[in-house]
């Protein structure tokens, strides 16, 4: 590996999404771009949950030609991300292999997830329980590396290896962190994202239970309206999503088409509270610019936003003045909006679907409006994209993740 050049430049040039939008990354943008919802209304009174809408998937992508050692070794979400990592190989190397075109040894995969295979795990604790059998593969469910281990063994990836736990963050941090390694010289190409599937009554208790998830009972277009007056709380949603990474160089010298260029990471933690927001915004502020320093960028080169935008009533005023702190003056120049308001929050996954989003809006020059968003909550008073999608010269983009544990993440996403 030649290591003369640090630090190296790192482009896109593959991606892949499973969510309740679509079963792949294109279906996901028309839906978008179509103003469709990927969640509906749910009726689970009877287990004393009072959320009424979820994204659920209701197949799952084939995993046909993955060997039967892997496939049934794998939890649901698991299998997502597999299949969300196959659509991004097919799309960077087309009929061929990483291990094709470079070292096995160059090669990694950094998949994470936030609550991994805990629904799986619960059904197979039932089963003994039931029967005093369960699957002889459970090991497998509760290892939180399973979904990297996978991606590894199915391509031959033998390169840096890892599997970040960062809650809602996750699937930005393992852009960002991949988009590290690469850039250090510790590898050539990385598979990163992440995956998440929180389906049963036990999981979607848990977390409505601190009274974060959406409210309300009846009106959809309420359920997730994020910067809104009318925000309660956000959609659980399940899904995958995953990007192929690689150095630059190397990339153009195999012919592979870039889609777009990886240019600044930023990752700083609140340290304050399991689930609120830091109140000094000092943490997201810091992440925000040290993406931009990275990136060798200033505020007004930034020409869209992908917020976190959850759609709760802390996150949504919290992140709108820390853009505000980070960007100063510029931020009320910058076009933003939250697709959560089309997906739902997919938890691990949201960070590395928003990050495709932002390359697909590369892609089309177009910014994606901010849904529901009716009764703008004057608090929350950047440009958020409510009145329709909008068309625009679009270079760089900055995309937002913030988690549970005080997790906070940005990457910068630009044209070459």
């Not at 309300?216 to 007056?229: G, H, N, R, V, Y």
């Not at 260029?261 to 925000?288: C, H, M, W």
Request: glycine share 8%; proline share 4%; aromatic share 8%.
């Amino acid at each position: 590996m030649n290591n003369s050049s640090l630090p190296r430049r790192v482009v896109v040039t593959g991606y892949g999404a499973v969510t309740p939008l679509g079963m792949n990354s294109e279906q996901c943008w028309q839906a978008i771009m179509n103003y469709q919802l990927g969640y509906r209304y749910y009726d689970r009174f009877n287990m004393d949950i009072q959320t009424r809408f979820l994204g659920i998937i209701d197949e799952e992508p084939s995993l046909k030609g993955v060997p039967a050692a892997i496939r049934r070794r794998l939890p649901r979400y698991a299998r997502l991300a597999l299949g969300a990592a196959r659509e991004a190989i097919a799309m960077a190397f087309q009929e061929r292999t990483p291990a094709d075109c470079y070292d096995p040894l160059e090669c990694g995969v950094i998949i994470g997830s936030g609550w991994a295979a805990y629904d799986d795990i619960c059904a197979n604790y039932a089963d003994i329980l039931r029967t005093g059998l369960g699957s002889p593969f459970g090991c497998f469910f509760s290892m939180p590396n399973v979904a990297t281990a996978a991606c590894s063994l199915n391509w031959g990836l033998r390169g840096y290896q890892n599997s970040p736990i960062a809650a809602c963050a996750t699937g930005t941090m393992a852009v960002g962190d991949a988009f590290e390694v690469i850039r250090s010289g510790r590898a050539t190409m990385m598979l990163a994202g992440a995956g998440e599937s929180l389906r049963s009554d036990a999981a979607v208790w848990n977390i409505d239970v601190l009274r974060a998830l959406t409210s309300e009972q009846e009106d959809i277009t309420k359920a997730c309206c994020p910067f809104s007056l009318d925000r309660n709380g956000f959609v659980l949603s399940e899904g995958a999503a995953v990007l192929c990474l690689e150095e630059m160089a190397a990339a153009q010298a195999r012919g592979a088409t870039i889609l777009g260029e990886v240019k600044g990471y930023g990752n700083y933690s609140d340290a304050v509270d399991f689930t609120a927001p830091a109140e000094d915004k000092l943490a997201r502020q810091k992440t925000i610019q040290r993406a931009l320093q990275q990136a060798g960028l200033t505020a007004t080169e930034i020409d869209y936003i992908n917020a976190h935008g959850t759609s709760t009533p802390l996150n949504d005023l919290n992140e709108t003045e820390a853009i505000k702190l980070a960007l100063g003056p510029a931020a009320s120049t910058i076009p933003v909006s939250s697709t959560k308001s089309y997906s739902g929050h997919l938890i691990a996954a949201a960070g590395s679907f928003e990050s495709i989003i932002c390359l697909q809006a590369l892609q089309h020059q177009m910014m994606p409006a901010t849904l529901h968003l009716k009764n703008a909550d004057p608090q929350c008073d950047l440009d958020y994209i409510s009145e329709g999608h909008r068309a625009g010269t679009l270079r760089n983009i900055l995309n937002l993740s913030f988690g549970f544990g005080g997790a906070n993440a940005a990457v910068v996403i630009g044209k070459v």
